[in-house]
């Protein structure tokens, strides 16, 4: 027995009920913060694209940052002889692609939010195959692309791909 004026332990337990994904296990709360019955928002599968909008955001904010740092000189982005080696051109790239990353995160929702990200995975791939045939991107680039850029377009394409992909199974599935 508790002890008088403390809280009531609060009980976690998963049971089956009425929920748009027939079958599925929710969390029940019996504390006092949640007695509803609805399922908790960490119990809730992704209905609205929060995965999506999360990896955005971070992408959208890393590339603006290095689009405006490669203006700046600096030993990380920028010059010839910096870690990642850019010219304006690029950097205008990273910032518009930055800044579609963001509108993606804040602008799109649902399945358009999804779909915008999975689009964002190709066009990161295509990035990554055309600098691959041409490092210059067909003499656009002063500094050829060197193969720590490949790698982080790869990842770009690759992560974006899998998370969008992942969102749309999870928002597929509540559809019915």
């Known amino acids: 027995m508790a002890?008088?004026?403390?809280?009531?332990a609060r009980e976690t337990r998963l049971s089956?009920?009425?929920?748009?994904?027939?079958g599925s296990l929710r969390r029940l709360s019996s504390?006092?913060?949640e007695c509803s019955g609805q399922p908790s928002p960490s119990a809730t599968p992704l209905r609205d694209g929060g995965t999506a909008k999360g990896w955005m955001t971070l992408a959208?904010?890393?590339?603006?940052v290095v689009?405006?740092?490669?203006?700046?000189?600096?030993?990380?982005v920028g010059g010839a002889n910096a870690l990642l080696a850019t010219?304006?051109?690029?950097?205008?790239?990273h910032l518009g692609t930055g800044l579609l990353a963001l509108y993606i995160a804040f602008g799109l929702t649902g399945e358009n939010q999804v779909n915008g990200t999975i689009g964002f995975g190709v066009l990161y791939v295509?990035?990554?195959?055309a600098v691959l045939v041409s490092p210059t991107l067909f003499g656009l680039f002063q500094v050829p692309a060197s193969a720590p850029l490949h790698v982080i377009h790869?990842?770009?394409a690759v992560v974006s791909l899998a998370v969008g992909y992942m969102a749309r199974g999870r928002a597929t599935s509540y559809a019915a």
């Open 3 to 8: 002890p008088a004026g403390s809280r009531p």
């Open 87 to 93: 010219d304006t051109l690029h950097n205008i790239v």
């Open 16 to 22: 089956r009920g009425n929920h748009p994904n027939e």
């Open 126 to 129: 295509v990035i990554f195959l």
């Open 67 to 76: 689009g405006l740092a490669g203006f700046v000189p600096n030993p990380l």
């Open 31 to 33: 504390g006092p913060a």
């Open 154 to 156: 790869v990842a770009l």
């Open 60 to 64: 959208g904010i890393v590339l603006v």
